[in-house]
């Protein structure tokens, strides 16, 4: 049975840095593809980041770019996403998918991921 629980969510300042874990049971992430989302009231699902099912591919939506950093370890089967420079407008819940079959250029659409986290609150104040 796959699982994925995230971690690491909760309030900062505009300005500050969280780290998200998402730790993941079930999947061989040497041949899954994991990445990021994060979903804003009301709002569909979003791409933040994530790598390909080997991990050679690596990929960062534009709005999170040069402030966000995807990053895994294969062997513990954990993804993390490092978030600098957090701005009120990055408030959301954020989640971890993956999926085994997904290709590349298909890791920035939500509706091709299998697996979900449950999802973690990140609130950035001013």
């Known amino acids: 049975q796959v699982q994925l629980v995230e971690a690491g969510g909760g309030l900062v300042q505009a300005g500050g840095s969280l780290r998200l874990s998402c730790a993941a049971s079930?999947?061989?992430?040497?041949?899954?593809?994991t990445a990021w989302f994060r979903q804003f009231p009301g709002k569909e699902r979003e791409y933040v980041g994530g790598?390909?099912?080997?991990?050679?591919?690596?990929s960062h939506a534009d709005s999170v770019k040069g402030r966000f950093t995807v990053s895994r370890d294969n062997a513990k089967s954990i993804m993390f996403l490092q978030m600098d420079s957090l701005k009120p407008e990055d408030t959301a819940v954020y989640f971890c998918?993956?999926?085994?079959?997904?290709?590349?250029?298909?890791?920035?659409?939500?509706?091709?991921?299998?697996?979900w986290g449950q999802g973690t609150q990140v609130t950035v104040s001013s």
């Open positions: 079930g999947l061989r992430f040497s041949t899954t593809a």
């Open positions: 998918a993956a999926d085994r079959r997904i290709i590349t250029s298909s890791l920035r659409q939500a509706a091709q991921y299998d697996y």
């Open positions: 790598f390909s099912r080997t991990g050679g591919y690596v």
